[in-house]
């Protein structure tokens, strides 16, 4: 099964509105990256938090990571219809070279 | 700048046919280069990834191989293409080490249907 998972799977909102994405995943982390997705396009990647860290900010986003409870969220604030996309959570795990991606939230930003 | 070049973008190709993705990387050397596989809104399953010229790790036993002829050079290659294969395949670039903290930086993807 996947390292990360992602919840919910889709997600629709008002522009204005907050989104929020969960990620859970399973072994330890060296980090988690969260990366955004247009439809039929490549990855690109929003931001990055360590696994000794509790919260990082960047501009409308805001990144949590738990590590006791192995969780992650993504809140996007004030959301805009651009911001329509899939959202993805990847983990850097101990000893591997290769990021481990979760399934995606599928988020929806109605004008 | 480093950027990421991959192709072709879109192919339709037969069951039973050969297959060539190719990607380069440019602005950087020795990178560490990945190929992903991302069937229809799912998330990406990594298929091979490569350190170094020669240098290849092989994620999922299948019949897709991949090469790296020269250090910003990585191609993902099948004999025999099943309908299985059909999906969107990226290519991607790290610096170094994951663990010291990089990023991947993703191709624009190559969309295969196999028919």
């Known amino acids: 099964s996947q390292q990360g998972e992602e919840d919910p799977q889709a997600l629709s909102i008002q522009e204005g509105e907050n989104a929020t994405m969960n990620c859970s995943y399973k072994?330890?982390?060296?980090?988690l990256q969260w990366y955004r997705q247009n439809s039929g396009r490549g990855l690109v990647h929003l931001i990055l938090i360590r696994s000794n860290e509790r919260e990082k900010h960047s501009g409308r986003l805001r990144v949590t990571l738990d590590t006791s409870k192995k969780s992650s969220s993504l809140l996007i604030t004030a959301s805009r219809a651009a911001d329509t996309a899939s959202y993805f959570c990847?983990?850097?795990?101990?000893?591997?070279?290769?990021?481990?991606f979760g399934s995606g939230t599928r988020l929806q930003v109605q004008p | 700048s480093q950027t990421i070049h991959q192709w072709p973008a879109t192919l339709v190709q037969p069951v039973g046919s050969p297959l060539s993705l190719e990607c380069t990387v440019e602005?950087?050397?020795?990178?560490?280069l990945y190929w992903y596989r991302q069937a229809a809104g799912r998330g990406l399953q990594l298929l091979f990834y490569s350190i170094g010229i020669d240098q290849i790790s092989s994620e999922v036993p299948q019949n897709l191989s991949a090469s790296r002829p020269q250090d910003r050079q990585f191609i993902l290659s099948s004999k025999k293409l099943l309908l299985s294969d059909s999906g969107f395949y990226l290519c991607?670039?790290?610096?170094?080490?994951?663990?010291?903290?990089?990023?991947?930086?993703f191709g624009e993807g190559s969309w295969l249907t196999v028919v």
């Open positions: 991607a670039w790290s610096r170094d080490r994951l663990g010291s903290g990089n990023t991947i930086y």
């Open positions: 602005g950087t050397s020795n990178p560490n």
């Open positions: 072994t330890s982390i060296n980090n």
């Open positions: 990847a983990t850097d795990l101990e000893g591997r070279r290769a990021l481990t």
